[in-house]
C-alpha cells in the first residue's frame, strides 16, 4: 500500500474513531446520567419523529415515551424496588423496548431472557439473576410456567395478550395493568442514588458450550454500546436501521437500537430473522441500515439470488462475526456500499471497529494509538488453555502475527470498567493477574486472534474450539472456513474429540450435506484445502444442526456424543481406505478404543 493510500485509511479510522469517542467521552461511572436519561433526551429533540416499527405499529419517540412511562408506573404499583429484577421473556416487538426503558426509568434492572429457552434452562436464567417477577407475552408465557417447577423462589407471572381463562393467582394478564397507568414521566427523584456503576441490565451468554452464565450490564456499558455505535456509523433522523436481531442479546438489543434512537432515526423492528423474505422486507421498509451476525450474513449468501437484493437503499451493514470467506461475496452481491465490522463481548472491556472496511479483518489498532486502546495479545499454550509465563513469572506478549489470546486492562474508568456476572465466581474466572506487572488484572476475552504488521487483528479461535494434534495447533473456525465450499456440504462445524492412547485431539466434522455424501470428493477437497494434521479424522452426518437464539451452534452436545456410532443418529466415518474415508462401525470403534486401530 502507498504512502498516500496509507494516509487515507489512517485518516478514515481516525475519522471513525473520533465519532465514537465523541459519544461515549461524557459517561462517567459515577454519574447519574442513566441509559433512560439518554433515551428521554432523544425524545424530547425528537418527539414527532417515528421511532419504530414492527409488524403491526409504528410509535413516535413521544409516543414510545408514553409507553415506556406506563410500565415504570405499573413497576413502581407493584412495589418493585431498585433491588428487585424483572425478567423480559418477549418476542420483538414495540413493547419490549418499552418495558425495559420503563423499569430503567423506575430504577429497577431488566434481566433479558433468551426465548428460545425452555424447563430448567429458562429457570437457571431466572435463579442466577434473583428474578421474581416475570413479564412475558402470549408466545413465551406457556414455556415460563413449563420453567416454573424449577425456579427457586415464587415466581410471579405477568402475560401481554393473556386470555382471561388463563388467568390464575400466580399468572395475570399485563395489558390492563398498563395501559391503566399514567404516560406521564415518573419523577427523576425515584432515581436518586442510582449511578452508571449500577446494574440497568442482564444479558446472557448464548451458552454454546453449557448454561448460559448472566453478564452484569450497568449503565454505563448499556449507554456505551448505544452510544458508540450511534456515534460510528453517522446515522441521521432520515435513517432506517432493520433489526431482525433478538433484543435479548447485546448486538441487536443495543448495538442495533442506538443509532436509531439516540440519533432520532426509525428502528424497524421484525420478530425474527427470515432469510427468504429479508431483501424484500429491507426495500418495503426503506431500510438504510441494517445490523448483523456473522451466521446472519451467511445465511443470506447461501440463499438462492432473490428480487431486490441489490436494488436496496442499505449504505452500510454493521455488526460482529462476518467471516472472511463470507465477506467478499456478501458485499459484491448484494452491493452493500460500506460493512462496519466490530469486535466486543457483552461481559468484557475489550472492543475493535474496522472503519476502513478491511474485509476479513474484525478491527485495527495502528502503533500510534497502542496505549490508547485496550487490547493485548497474549502468547497462548492451547495445552493448558492458559497465557504463556516467562522466567519472571509475568506473561509473554504475542509478537506480530503469532496469535495469542486477547485481554483487556481492568481499571475504573468506562474504557477499562469489567463488571462481570451475577456470579461472582464466574467473574474470578475471567480475570488474570500479574500480567506485565505485579498486581495488575486484565479480563481474558477466551478469543484467540493475531495482529499484522499493519495493525488489524484477525480471529482465530474461541479458546477450548483449537485444539492441538500431531502436535499441530487446529482451528475449528479455519477448518470451517475452508471446508464450508467442499462439494455439496451445506453447513459443516468442527471441534476436536479426545481418542484413547492419543496425545491431543482428533479433528472430528459434522457435516449437513445436499443429497449423497461423496468420502472420495470430500477427502479429496480436504486434502487439497488444509494440512495433514487439520483433516478431519471423524465425519458426522446429521440432517439438521442445532443452534442457538443468534445463530451460533451447539459443540457442547457434538462434543459429548463423540465419535461412537451408538450415540449417534447418523453415520460416521474415519479416515482411511480407498475413499479417504469408510464407514466407522461399532467393530471399528471398539478397535480405536482399545489402541488396535491406531490414528
Known sequence: MGLAANIRRDLKFAAGLRRLLQRIKPIALDSNVLVCDDFEEAVDKFGDNIAIEDEHRSLTYRDLDGMANRYAHWARSRNLRRTDVIGLVMTNRVEYLA???????????????????????????????????????????????????????????WVLGLKDADEVSERRGLDNAVRSGSSVRPNRSIRDGITNRDTALYIYTSGTTGLPKAARIHHARARTYMRAFAGCTESTPTDRIFNVLPLYHSTGGLVGVGPAFLNGGRLVLRRKFSASSFWNDVNASGATMFVYIGELCRYLVNCP????????????????????????????????PQILEFYGSTEGNVSLFNFDGKQGAIGRVPKFLKKQINIRLVAFDVDTEQPIRNPNGLVAEASVGEIGEAIGQIGDDIRHDFSGYADKAASEKKILTDVFQRGDRWFRTGDLMRQDSEGYFYFVDRIGDTFRWK???????????????????????????????????????????EGRFSAKEFAAYADEQLPHYARPVFVRLAKTLETTGTFKYRKVDLVADGFDPAKIDGQVYVRGGKSGYTKLTAEGFAAIQNGQNRL
Open 99 to 157: 418495558a425495559w426503558m420503563g423499569f430503567c426509568k423506575a430504577g429497577i434492572p431488566t434481566a433479558l431472557i433468551n426465548t428460545n429457552l425452555t424447563g430448567q434452562a429458562l429457570a437457571h436464567c431466572l435463579n442466577i439473576a434473583g428474578v421474581a417477577v416475570v413479564v412475558a407475552d402470549e408466545e413465551t408465557w406457556t414455556k415460563c410456567e413449563e420453567a416454573r417447577p424449577f425456579v427457586t423462589r415464587t415466581m410471579m407471572l
Open 305 to 336: 439470488e432473490q428480487e431486490g437484493e441489490r436494488g436496496h437503499k442499505i449504505r452500510l451493514a454493521f455488526g460482529n462475526g462476518l467471516r472472511p470467506d463470507v465477506w467478499p461475496e456478501f458485499q459484491q452481491r448484494f452491493a452493500i
Open 471 to 513: 502436535g499441530e495447533n487446529v482451528s475449528t473456525a479455519e477448518v470451517e472456513q475452508r471446508l464450508v465450499d467442499a462439494p455439496g456440504v451445506k453447513e459443516v462445524i468442527a471441534y476436536g474429540v479426545p481418542v484413547p492412547g492419543a496425545e491431543g485431539k482428533a479433528g472430528m466434522v459434522t457435516l449437513v450435506v
